[in-house]
């Protein structure tokens, strides 16, 4: 496609009217927000969004969110690059006479290297080619994107924003793998995930909930990945994902938390090869392995009652899910020497008001209520008066925060 003479922004300063592109690559789907990177502050909603999905398969769609997704053809050869390309032609469908200020991606790892957003370039490009193996379902599509654009549109700046570099402030102890120290000198230690998400929390619950939120916050990211945030200050003191994002809890087809044992009597006796091993820890456990029906709670929360092997499955599935959130909300208390505000956020935090009393059930013991009402609803606050914990709600945006990035970065 070619380049439109009003795409590319000539300086880095934004003005009225400039608008930020922001890029969340995974590996069958790129959602996308444009923001109006010329209004001050920043504006929290899109001037426009949506989702293409279903990249390298059968019948992708393209949609704007509040639409129905229509089908639309991608070249099977280069699935990715073309759905890059639709975006890119939805963007300038609409800059009417105004400028793309940037573009702002999602990169889930910055390794050791990156502890803030960058602007992006082909050096940077290379370093994170080389954390692709720790976040395989992520990053190698958020780089090709990134790679396209540079190819295409060389003035364009590009910044990525890295989930790693928010749990920068957690201590050294929390950081470090218990193997040999060689392996901590050579970039093997717990980096976290979700920092986008959670950066977010900083900034929303500090307005929503004053100085309560900084105290001993813990917010549960719950979607198809999963992890949950101790912070102290509005800032990241722990965090359940740790070298790559299959840690912690156990996910929409993630394992979480593992005994590596299992890992070595699978390929040791089993035989299965590293492929086959890592292919199983991504792709085929958390609630799809164990119910073998679906990655979702909604669809096993509508199953659960059934009186067969499947109904059964999906009650298995749900207990150990929501047995291992308690179980790693209970260590994150123990971390933090209390707990003063719990907040759930994502997918199924935000929307699953079952799957929210389910884990509040489980920690009744720390004085924990919920208002029924508030907690059907969605409310900002599910909590009961005379709770001991203040628990919420609170949606995340974490585009919006990858547009903030970017206008930091070239501003700056």
Not at 54 to 81: N, W
Not at 181 to 195: D, K, N, Q, T, V
Not at 223 to 243: N, V, W
């Amino acid at each position: 496609m070619k380049t439109s003479a009003h795409l590319v922004s000539e300086d880095r300063y934004a003005s009225q009217g400039d608008l930020i592109l922001v890029l969340n690559c995974g590996s069958s789907s790129i959602k996308f927000a444009l923001f109006d990177g010329g209004s001050a502050p920043l504006p929290r909603l899109p001037v426009w969004n949506g989702k293409v999905q279903g990249i390298g398969g059968p019948s992708p769609t393209y949609g704007q969110t509040g639409m129905d997704p229509m089908p639309v053809p991608l070249d099977p050869g280069h699935p990715y690059r073309s759905a890059l390309q639709r975006i890119e032609q939805g963007v300038l469908e609409r800059l009417a006479g105004r400028r793309l200020h940037s573009v702002a991606h999602r990169i889930v790892h910055g390794g050791a290297k990156y502890f803030s957003s960058v602007r992006a370039d082909a050096e940077v490009l290379a370093d994170l080619k080389r954390y692709i193996p720790l976040a395989p379902l992520h990053q190698p599509f958020a780089l090709e994107a990134v790679e396209a654009l540079l190819q295409r549109h060389p003035d364009l700046p590009q910044v990525v924003c890295f989930d790693t570099a928010f749990h920068h402030t957690v201590p050294k102890v929390e950081q470090m793998l218990p193997l040999p120290y060689s392996a901590w000198e050579r970039g093997l230690r717990r980096y976290g995930f979700h920092g986008l998400s959670y950066h977010y929390q900083s900034v929303a619950l500090a307005e929503r909930h004053g100085q309560l939120a900084r105290g001993r916050t813990l917010v549960a990211h719950l979607g198809s990945g999963a992890s949950l945030c101790a912070m102290r200050d509005l800032r990241s003191m722990a965090t359940t994902m740790g070298f790559s994002a299959l840690d912690g809890l156990m996910m929409g087809s993630r394992t979480g938390v593992l005994d590596p044992g299992a890992v070595i009597y699978l390929m040791e006796i089993e035989k299965l090869t590293l492929e086959q091993v890592g292919h199983i820890l991504y792709h085929e456990s958390g609630l799809l392995g164990v119910s073998g029906v679906s990655s979702e709670p909604r669809v096993l929360l509508a199953m659960e009652a059934r009186q067969d092997e499947a109904g059964a499955r999906a009650r298995d599935a749900l207990a150990l899910y929501v047995r291992r959130i308690v179980r790693e909300i209970g260590a994150l208390v123990a971390v933090q020497e209390g707990l003063d505000l719990l907040v759930f956020t994502a997918g199924v935090g935000e929307h699953s008001a079952e799957i929210r009393r389910r884990v509040c059930e489980g920690l009744a013991f720390l004085g924990v209520k919920l208002d029924e009402a508030a907690n059907a609803a969605d409310a900002p606050v599910i909590s009961a008066p005379d709770s001991a914990v203040v628990v919420g709600v609170e949606p995340t945006n974490e585009e919006w925060i990858a547009a903030s990035e970017a206008l930091s970065v070239l501003q700056g």
